[in-house]
């Protein structure tokens, strides 16, 4: 084995003696070497390739880069979708622009959040495929009145596909200033409704436990029921005083009120309405413009991993493009005629009347009426 390791032209051995001298005869060795000397003098232009294409890539990569993660010119022209656009999500009946893919909706919607921007996160899969991706749309008009975990909508890619949608999580922030006009008068209905079915159904179960003890006493080997509690008139008696006394109260002060409306010249009722509808609205209005205002593109490409360390603001002008309202087409009318709305029951509409006739009856009564046509003159 030694002998055979030291063996000088094993290499070679194989070819056999009548190639190996017939290759030391010829000029094999001098046109191998000139071949040699050859790729040499090329070694500075090969070296050179590697460059060349880095410049290649500059030259073709280059200005689209600046343009959509330093100057975000793509996105703001809007002339064509930058390079982050995923695509478009259709849902709630609105087409959302501005959609980034997302590896995680937790893990994005920790920095995400930053961006003062209403966002919602789907799961987007294909039918008849196992892909799956998660997306992040941003809301950037309408309101979120119907938009909650579990509704569904159509996602394209920017390669036309089409993919199932549903929310999964919701980063919650003002959408409009609109919006939050109305939010004080929605969340006190929102309040009374939840009151109402907690009230009713409080009473639905003490009724369904007074049934089941009544039962229960009424089975055989029960033990005799508690004779009933003796009415007393007395508590009963303070109880609808003080509920009358706190209708009366409320009664005078809405009495009072409504004197010192009336007492007022015609052109300072409007102004008083007005008045009372900013003090409701004004501070959500305020608050939910500031932040639109502080809207921020840049917190949504960070925390997908974008290094994006410049402020990419979405001012309200500018976010109303981003998000479009479904609007009829051309042409198209809207049928307000229902065959099968329900009857409508004038006491309403009664109700108001008289109502209003109270009050004017009131109002002349007391000579509110009068005082107002004599400063009017």
């Known amino acids: 084995e030694d002998w055979l390791a030291a063996k000088a032209g094993a290499e070679v051995e194989s070819l056999g003696t009548a190639r190996l001298q017939e290759l030391l005869a010829g000029d094999s060795r001098r046109e191998l070497e000139k071949i040699i000397f050859e790729d040499l003098s090329l070694a500075e232009q090969v070296e050179s390739f590697e460059g060349v294409t880095r410049l290649v890539h500059f030259t073709r990569d280059l200005l689209v880069l600046l343009n959509n993660f330093v100057a975000f010119r793509d996105f703001y022209a809007q002339d064509r979708k930058a390079i982050f656009q995923a695509g478009t999500l259709y849902l709630d009946g609105r087409a959302c ?20 921007t209403y966002l919602t996160y789907c799961r ?43 929310i999964v999580k919701i980063v919650e922030h003002p959408i409009s200033v609109r919006q939050a006009f109305l939010s004080p008068y929605k969340r006190i209905g929102r309040m009374i409704g939840e009151q109402i079915a907690k009230f009713a159904a409080a009473k639905d179960s003490a009724v369904d436990t007074a049934a089941g003890s009544k039962l229960s006493g009424m089975a055989p080997g029960a033990d005799p029921a508690k004779p009933p509690t ?18 009366g109260a409320l009664g005078t002060a809405l009495a009072s009120v409504m004197s010192g409306f009336l007492t007022m010249p015609v052109w300072q009722m409007p102004l008083v309405v007005g008045g009372l509808v900013l003090m409701i609205s004004g501070p959500s209005m305020i608050i939910a413009y500031l932040k639109l205002r502080q809207r921020n593109l840049a917190p949504i490409l960070d925390a997908g991993g974008w290094a994006v360390n410049t402020k990419a603001r979405i001012n309200i002008p500018f976010g109303t ?15 307000t005629v229902d065959p099968f709305a329900d009857k409508k029951t004038p006491w309403k509409k009664w109700a108001v009347l008289l109502a209003l006739f109270v009050a ?10 009068q005082q107002i046509f004599a400063n009017a003159r």
């Open 230 to 247: 003796p009415f007393d008139v007395g508590k009963f008696a303070g109880i609808f005083a003080a509920i009358g006394l706190a209708l």
């Open 97 to 116: 622009e501005l959609c980034v893919r997302v590896a995680s909706p937790d893990t994005h919607a920790t920095l995400a959040a930053l961006s003062q």
């Open 321 to 335: 493009t981003l998000t479009t309202l479904a609007e009829l087409p051309m042409g198209a009318k809207r049928s």
């Open 124 to 166: 987007c899969t294909r039918r008849g495929s196992t892909e799956q991706m998660h997306i992040a749309a941003a809301f950037t008009g309408g309101d979120s009145d119907n938009l909650m975990v579990g509704r569904n909508g159509i996602f394209y890619d920017r390669n036309g596909n089409d993919w199932d949608a549903t």
């Open 360 to 369: 004017l009856g009131m109002a002349w009564d007391k000579g509110y009426i």
